[in-house]
T-cell receptor, first 111, second 115 residues
Framework: QKEVEQDPGPLSVPEGAIVSLNCTYS??????FMWYRQYSRKGPELLMY????GNKEDGRFTAQVDKSSKYISLFIRDSQPSDSATYLC???????????FGTGTRLQVTL | NAGVTQTPKFQVLKTGQSMTLQCAQD?????MYWYRQDPGMGLRLIYY???????DKGEVPNGYNVSRLNKREFSLRLESAAPSQTSVYFC??????????????FGQGTRLTVV
């Protein structure tokens, strides 16, 4: 079983829609949860991070962690064409430097 | 304001040739990483260096070697390239133990084709 599972998509939504992106993980030792955004032919960039369980909001983006279910989510409100990218979840135990990534979900926001 | 710089950006190799991918960061980070990204496989860790002087294998180390030359530079070497190593390679760095977000900063990638 992979340490992090993520639906690869692609996911196509109309502009203004609410988008939900999800990952599941297998190791309960993971403490830090991140979402990266990757535009085509570019390197990934950190979008949001959360520590332990709960929600974190930043503008139109909300990151949610449910450690009891080993489930992490990223919600995008009022999606824009500029949100079209691949979104990768990443996790870290907090005690070592290794980051483990999901496969990424490709999102297309259409006009 | 360079961040993480990778060279070259593109490379075509013949099977059996060798090459070294270079990576340098100017953020004084302790940790550096090499990932490969393939369609449907996401980012897979090849090797990482938690701090200067140490290197560790990641998920897919076979066929690769690394050198942490100093705190700034971390190179990835393919000794005998194979078509299965055709991929996009990303270098990243982080200050994971002093950054609550565990942020990793990525380079722009090296697109490698082995024919």
């Amino acid at each position: 079983q992979k340490e992090v599972e993520q639906d690869p998509g692609p996911l196509s939504v109309p502009e203004g829609a609410i988008v939900s992106l999800n990952c599941t993980y297998s190791n309960s030792a993971f403490q830090y949860f991140m979402w990266y955004r990757q535009y085509s032919r570019k390197g990934p960039e950190l979008l949001m991070y959360t520590y332990s369980s709960g929600n974190k909001e930043d503008g139109r983006f909300t990151a949610q962690v449910d450690k009891s279910s080993k489930y992490i989510s990223l919600f995008i409100r009022d999606s824009q064409p500029s949100d079209s990218a691949t979104y990768l979840c990443a996790i870290n135990t907090g005690t070592a430097s290794k980051l483990t990534f999901g496969t990424g979900t490709r999102l297309q926001v259409t006009l | 304001n360079a961040g993480v710089t990778q060279t070259p950006k593109f490379q075509v190799l013949k099977t059996g040739q060798s090459m070294t991918l270079q990576c340098a960061q100017d953020m004084n980070h302790n940790s550096m990483y090499w990932y490969r990204q393939d369609p449907g496989m996401g980012l897979r860790l090849i090797y990482y260096s938690a701090s200067e002087g140490t290197t560790d294998k990641g998920e897919v180390p076979n066929g690769y070697n690394v050198s942490r030359l100093n705190k700034r530079e971390f190179s990835l070497r393919l000794e005998s390239a194979a078509p299965s190593q055709t991929s996009v390679y990303f270098c990243a760095s982080s200050e994971w133990n002093r950054d609550p977000g565990r942020k990793a900063f990525f380079g722009q990638g090296t697109r490698l084709t082995v024919v």
